[in-house]
């Protein structure tokens, strides 16, 4: 799946043909049973270990401004989003949408069945690797049609486990053949008031050394849950 970024000002292509999503990657154990926990209190199962590397489909990443999801029960949170192709390594910004209902019964079904959102922006990653833990992590949320914006999550990527060690965990930068990309999003934060849905969301990347900004929004579009 061919996807256009832009890196500098400069439109680049990556033929995408590796998916992975890095879930439970907090850093702290305190902040991953905070995320764990306030997972549990909607119903979905503790994990088997952590970090878990879970395969999505390419064709599930979307620059799109709107996605369209099945019933209310989903909601997105913002990660880091790393791009490997042809040894080179880029960052940029995602959302792992996830549907939380289906969440409860399988996670690995739940990191399938919702697009993944991701900004049009990236920066090569050797250029922020020397302070890459300091770069800041913010989301909003609309839980409502006309609502203002709320923030919804806020850290730094020292927040998760070192960006490497998921590199190195997941193959990411043997996992496509030459040509190809890989991508990857790396872990979230916990929400302010809990985990739940809305029908927009916000999410900024911003590095306070370089002084710039990745920026993307959607909105969630809920098809009806025919039964």
């Known amino acids: 799946m061919q996807m256009k970024f832009s890196l500098s000002g400069k439109e680049i292509t990556f033929d995408i043909s590796h998916c992975t999503v890095a879930g439970w990657t907090g850093r ?7 995320h764990i926990d306030e997972l549990a209190a909607i119903g979905v199962k503790p994990p088997s270990s952590v970090p878990l590397y879970y395969r999505t ?21 913002i990660e880091p989003f790393l791009i490997a192709s042809d040894g080179v390594l880029y960052l940029g910004l995602a959302s792992d949408h ?11 079904l739940s990191k399938q069945i919702c ?7 990236i920066w ?4 922020v ?23 919804y999550q806020e ?3 020292a927040s998760i486990r070192p960006l490497t060690d998921l590199i190195d965990g997941s193959g990411l930068m043997s996992s ?17 008031g809990g985990v739940r849905p809305a029908k927009r969301f916000k999410m900024a990347l911003h590095d306070p050394v370089l002084g710039r900004t990745i920026e993307h929004s959607y909105a969630i579009n809920e098809l009806p849950e025919i039964a």
């Not at 369209?68 to 949170?77: F, H, L, R």
């Not at 996830?98 to 409860?104: P, Y």
């Not at 697009?115 to 922006?121: I, S």
């Not at 090569?124 to 250029?127: A, M, V, Y």
Request: proline share 2%.
């Open 155 to 157: 850290g730094t990527i």
């Open 98 to 108: 996830t549907d939380r209902e289906l969440e409860a019964h399988s996670v690995a």
């Open 124 to 127: 090569r990653f050797d250029e």
């Open 57 to 77: 489909a390419s064709g599930m990443v979307t620059q799109q401004d709107v996605i369209e999801v099945v019933g209310k029960g989903t909601s997105g949170e």
């Open 28 to 34: 702290d154990a305190k902040a991953i049973q905070h």
């Open 176 to 192: 496509a053949p030459a040509g190809k990309a890989s991508v990857m999003l790396c872990g979230t934060l916990g929400a302010k």
């Open 115 to 121: 697009e993944k959102p991701v900004a049009r922006d």
């Open 129 to 151: 690797a020397d302070h890459i833990e300091q770069i800041e992590m913010r989301s909003w949320i609309a839980e409502k049609d006309g609502d203002d914006w709320v923030l």
